[in-house]
């Protein structure tokens, strides 16, 4: 009985913070290996772009006409709707 409120507190903490940080993770996953070239992303620095090549590791965003930079494929954290860049 003395370590029933241990494991009831790690249940707890299992549902609250571990599970969903671990859906969280796998939707980023999802999201990264489904970029393709021409999506509207925002990377975690706050950069808008369009996607305009594709490597392994790397995504050269356009953030400009005519102007690439290239960001790590883990720096992108939302794909938005197509035409959001101008």
């Given at each position: 009985m003395g370590m029933l409120p241990l494991v009831l507190m790690f249940v707890v903490l299992y549902f609250v913070m571990i599970r969903p940080q671990m859906k969280r993770q796998k939707e980023h996953k999802a999201m990264i290996e489904a970029l393709a070239k021409g999506d509207d992303v925002v990377t975690s620095g706050g950069l808008l772009g369009k996607v305009a090549k594709l490597d392994e590791n790397f995504v050269?965003?356009?953030v400009a006409s005519g102007v690439e930079i290239k960001v790590q494929r883990?720096?992108?954290v939302q794909v938005l709707p197509k035409g959001s860049v101008k």
């Open positions: 050269n965003l356009e883990s720096a992108v």
